[in-house]
């Protein structure tokens, strides 16, 4: 069954093609499909086009499905096109005439844009609260290993010295600026596009404050044409924001891989978050970490496929816009996952003691010794070169009792301030 059946065979290969997979795609949006057919519905009887036994009617036949959706018993045949055609003729099917009366007022085209924008909406709210998750862990770690010194780099030098707690504390307020992002594409995503129908409006008098409201979107896309004209908009806008939270989420994996490695042994797992090697029986290599460097990296690419799809067609709608579904649903899918497991592992890792009077750290207190100095009373400069003769000359002896104590330094991380910027 085809929405836009006119009762004209279609060249098979043509139509395989055009159908590509949405009918295992389409899976993800189904019960939002499901949620916004009930609001049309109720809308076309306020306006008098459904009488009430109808709209009632209507309402039963999609709890039905609804149920089906929620149980996973709900499939897509190779006869439909997408999970539209589908609904559409399950309703027919256990209603008759009235199933028949459901697509009244809307086109294939607001349809699928509802239909993705409330599910935008719920998968958006579900990463902000997974990040929100991940971000309470590393406060946590952050509060339990502050006290715990690491070695500073810049250039991967040895620079100056730094802290478990400052590190951890680190990547939880950079979060931060992620779930900015993700406030942004929610606001984005949170405008109600149905009525808008192929992208010029309807003859109807239709009701589009009324389906705001039902679907719980904050406002409405009021220009229907600026509606349609949203597809691939909020796709590329929510693509920046993946991309910037898994942006922090490969740095930070990163740095676990490059810390977990024998030559820095900063950090350890136990053996179960760790894989082997099929010839060197001594590997325990952090797979885990790697492949959320790999994922992460890989979702950083969707904006700019989101971008070369859409950029510079012209207004209204076009075919191209399907091809965004498949990669934005799957990008989603793995963001939800990346943060699971991150958080999962994390919360497992051993700090290991780290002897910074050890050669290779020699060097990491220079500042703080220059600026010991200066709070003597010797210029800044006076006091560089000084140290700096010393570490040439190989006479350097450093002096680990400075303290930090400014505002978000190793000894004054700031973490509930921290924790009170997060806007969830």
């Known amino acids: 069954m085809k929405l836009w059946d006119k009762g004209i065979s279609i060249d098979k290969k043509i139509e395989q093609f055009t159908v590509g997979n949405d ?30 036994e109808e709209v009632l009617q209507l309402e039963k036949g999609l709890e039905v499905l609804g149920k089906q959706i929620i149980a996973r018993t709900f499939k897509i045949e190779a006869q439909f096109e997408d999970v539209h055609s589908k609904i559409e003729f399950e309703l027919t099917k256990a209603l008759g005439e009235v199933g028949k009366k459901i697509h009244t007022a809307r086109s294939r085209n607001d349809q699928v844009l509802v239909a993705l924008q409330l599910f935008y ?7 902000q609260n997974k990040t929100k998750t991940f971000f309470e862990t590393l406060l946590d770690l952050a509060e339990t290993h502050k006290g715990s010194l690491l070695p500073g780099y810049t250039h991967l030098q040895v620079a100056m010295p730094s802290s478990f707690g400052l590190w951890f504390s680190a990547y939880a307020e950079v979060l931060i600026d992620d779930v900015y992002l993700l406030d942004a594409a929610l606001k984005t995503v949170d405008q109600n596009p149905l009525g808008s129908a192929a992208g ?6 239709i009701d589009r404050a009324f389906t705001t409201q039902e679907l719980g979107f904050s406002t409405l896309k009021y220009n229907v044409v600026a509606a349609q004209m949203s597809r691939g908009k909020s796709e590329r806008t929510i693509a920046l924001a993946l991309g910037s939270l898994c942006n922090t989420l490969a740095r930070f994996a990163m740095d676990i891989c490059l810390y977990n490695s024998q030559n820095f042994g900063f950090i350890s797992f136990p053996d179960q978050l760790t894989t082997g090697s099929s010839i060197m029986p001594h590997k325990k290599n952090p797979d885990v970490f790697e492949l959320i460097r790999g994922k992460a990296n890989k979702i950083q690419a969707l904006h700019t496929e989101m971008v070369l799809i859409t950029n510079n067609l012209p207004s209204g709608y076009h075919r191209d816009y399907q091809l965004l579904k498949e990669n934005m649903i799957a990008a989603i899918e793995d963001v939800k996952d990346l ?15 780290i002897d910074l009077h050890d050669a290779k750290y020699q060097y990491l207190f220079t500042v703080d010794n220059i600026n010991t100095l200066v709070a003597q009373g010797m210029s800044f400069r006076e006091a560089y070169q000084k ?38």
């Open 200 to 205: 010029y409006g309807s003859s109807f008098p």
């Open 23 to 52: 009918r295992e795609i389409d899976l993800h949006i189904a019960k939002y499909d499901v949620q916004a057919s009930l609001a049309h519905a109720k809308m076309l009887h306020k306006i008098g086009i459904l009488t009430k």
């Open 339 to 353: 943060l699971e497991i991150f958080n999962y592992a994390i919360q497992q890792v051993e700090v290991n003691d």
């Open 121 to 127: 909406k719920d998968s958006l709210r579900e990463i």
């Open 387 to 424: 140290i700096g003769s010393e570490v040439q000359k190989g006479t350097y002896t450093p002096d680990t009792s400075k303290q930090h104590t400014h505002v978000g330094s190793i000894g004054n991380l700031c973490l509930e301030e921290i924790r009170a910027k997060f806007p969830l």
